[in-house]
């Protein structure tokens, strides 16, 4: 309730319990997500005339995510969150495609992302694509949602989106240029 921007003028105390959950999601986002987060929901302690306080409960203190959002630092979490991303090759560094396929049957979503995936290999090695990166495939975070067993693939480098104008995919598969996550 918090985080989605009430204002609760008497609240002058603010308690986030596991602060660090989100860090370790398998998305490059994740420790943005966990500073905006922990960044809002500390706005909303001492908004009136008594002041507040926030107490942030995590294992992962020194984690430079939790450490910045304690002092509402957002250049140094910029910095720190640049640097990772730089280093691990993920936007806005280099482009980022999302490929996902949805099934009722889970041997069946598995097989398409598989047969994809290993066309797409064999593609990018006749185009003499290095500089694209195939991540997968391997089922989603959220394996299953609304009844529909999920997988993807990523394509990630300078400009995976040309490469993919040239492929016709099989019907069925979702793109996503630049995803804002990879849940």
């Not at 204002?7 to 002058?12: A, S």
């Not at 797409?120 to 500089?131: Q, T």
């Not at 009844?147 to 990523?154: C, K």
Request: contains cysteine; hydrophobic residues 40%.
């Amino acid at each position: 309730m918090l985080a989605k921007g009430l204002d609760l003028p008497r609240v002058t105390l603010v308690g986030v319990v596991s602060a660090d959950e989100g860090l370790f999601l398998p998305d490059y986002r994740a420790a943005e997500r966990t500073f905006q987060v922990l960044t809002q929901v500390a706005g909303r302690a001492g908004r009136g005339l008594w002041g507040g306080r926030v107490i942030v409960q995590t294992y992962h203190p020194e984690h430079y995510a939790i450490r910045a959002a304690a002092h509402h630092d957002y250049a140094r979490f910029y910095r720190h969150e640049m640097r990772f991303r730089q280093e691990a090759a993920y936007p806005p560094e280099v482009r980022l495609v999302r490929l996902l396929y949805t099934h009722t049957r889970a041997d069946k979503a598995r097989r398409a992302a598989e047969r994809l995936a290993a066309d797409l290999r064999w593609l990018l090695r006749e185009a003499d694509r290095e500089d694209i990166t195939l991540i997968g495939p391997a089922p989603c975070f959220y394996p299953r949602l609304r009844g529909q067993y999920r997988w993807h693939i990523l394509l990630r480098g300078p400009d995976p989106v040309t490469f993919l104008r040239q492929v016709a995919l099989p019907g069925g598969w979702r793109v996503d240029v630049d995803p804002l996550n990879t849940l």
